[in-house]
């Protein structure tokens, strides 16, 4: 019998995932107001529809977070409201988080903030 599932992994991913450019900045405060510390220690890759962070404080699944992204390959800074859809507790105490945007970022603004593969 053949194997029909092949053997490279698929990438189940609706929106492929780059790192930022190094000019680009993720502030991610708690709650919609957008006030409080900026809880940002990393910013480790982006989509069109989410961020994956490092950030320095624990949230509940499906908690609401604005995001705030700048850098200078854009020309005003994007706010968005996102949701933390999963989280993991890192060694140094961290936590390396996906929050998923509740509006998509537009194409454009994507190619901007993310590196070239």
């Known amino acids: 019998m053949s194997d029909t ?3 490279k992994e698929t990438n189940r991913r609706g929106s ?3 790192r930022p450019r190094a000019a680009v900045k993720v502030e991610c405060h708690k709650g919609a107001m957008g006030l409080g510390l ?3 220690a ?3 890759d982006i989509s069109d529809s989410g961020v994956r962070l490092v950030l320095t404080q624990a949230f509940e699944n499906l908690a ?3 995001l705030i992204i700048s850098g200078y390959c854009v020309k005003e ?3 968005r409201l996102g949701n933390i859809r999963w989280q993991v507790k890192m060694e140094n105490g961290q936590f390396c988080t996906g929050v998923e945007f509740q509006k998509y970022l537009n194409y454009r603004d994507w190619q901007n903030l993310s590196a070239a593969n």
């Open 5 to 7: 599932f092949g053997s």
């Open 16 to 18: 492929p995932r780059r």
């Open 38 to 40: 900026n809880l940002v």
């Open 64 to 66: 609401e977070v604005e």
């Open 42 to 44: 990393t910013v480790l």
């Open 77 to 79: 800074n994007i706010k």
